[in-house]
């Protein structure tokens, strides 16, 4: 789990250096599915990922500014880093005894639902993947190459690029 977490944060960090080459109008411009917006939808990655662990499972004291307090690409990255600096001990100690314990999440309507933490990261995990996919879409609908989603050849099993030729 924690190799996949590593691939999301690289992921998401090439995704800040693409936007970097990206006019804020581009990132701000409406498109279909998701949230909507590129540079909203890198937000949005963040605030889940942190909201989940850091707030639920960890239930830390969180503070997640509205994306209108941080509409800039830089201050959602510095976001990003605040919230890894975060929650990144946690998952670099996640192991099995952490599983299968239980958080409680308070929904919308005031109701108490209890998930284990296993499931609540793999859930993390898994929504900033699909978000992804969806900024690789716009981004294509803008005419530029979109970030590879390739896990292979990232060095996160110990072989780089380089090294898995003819594998």
Known sequence: MIKL??????????????CAAVSHEELMKQ?????????PTLYHIVAVEYGWIC???????????????????KQIEQFS???????????????????????IDITDEGESVPHPYGEVMRHVIAHEIHHIGQLSVWSREIGKKPVTAN?????????????????
């Open 31 to 39: 498109r279909t599915g998701g949230i909507g917006y590129i540079l």
């Open 55 to 73: 707030g639920g499972i960890l239930q830390n004291p969180i503070e997640i500014p509205a994306f209108g307090e941080i509409p800039s690409l």
């Open 5 to 18: 977490f590593e691939y999301n944060w690289q992921v998401r960090k090439d995704w800040f250096e693409w």
């Open 81 to 103: 880093e605040r919230c890894h600096s975060e929650l990144a001990p946690f998952v670099y100690g996640w192991n099995d005894s952490l599983e299968d314990r239980i958080m």
């Open 151 to 167: 896990l292979i050849g990232r060095g996160l099993y110990g072989v780089t690029n380089g090294d898995s030729q003819g594998l």
